[in-house]
């Protein structure tokens, strides 16, 4: 059975910057990942992607000059590494793992297993 745990949110200030974490078992880093977010009371929303070898990465278009997606398969962990952050980053974030890879990063149910999430806030 795959797991993902989700770390490193936190509160803080707009500018801010923090490193978002996903560690996986069973070998889900073998698949492309992907990371979303959701703010309460809001759709689950595409926030980046990356395939298994880390060659290929793709952004929504809120966050793609200022988050950088990467993985070390070695360690079985996924960063997402969050610059400049603004209040409307505010969510909880989850890391998933993308079985589907023939259907298009951003789409939601071409993810099979998520992580419990990590929440981000972000003041103004």
């Known amino acids: 059975q795959v797991q993902l745990a989700e770390s490193g949110g936190g509160l803080v200030q707009a500018g801010d910057t923090l490193r978002l974490s996903c560690t996986a078992s069973?070998?889900?880093?073998?698949?492309?990942m992907g990371w979303f977010r959701q703010a309460p009371g809001k759709e689950r929303e595409f926030v980046a992607y990356i395939s298994w070898s880390g060659d290929s990465n793709d952004y929504a278009d809120s966050v793609k000059d200022r988050f950088t997606i990467s993985r070390d398969n070695a360690k079985n962990t996924v960063y997402l590494y969050m610059n400049n952050l603004k209040p409307e980053d505010t969510a909880v974030y989850y890391c998933?793992?993308?079985?589907?890879?023939?259907?298009?990063?951003?789409?939601?149910?071409?993810?099979?297993?998520w992580g419990q999430g990590t929440q981000v806030t972000v003041s103004s």
């Open positions: 998933a793992v993308k079985r589907n890879t023939a259907a298009s990063s951003k789409f939601l149910p071409a993810y099979d297993y």
């Open positions: 069973g070998r889900a880093l073998t698949y492309p």
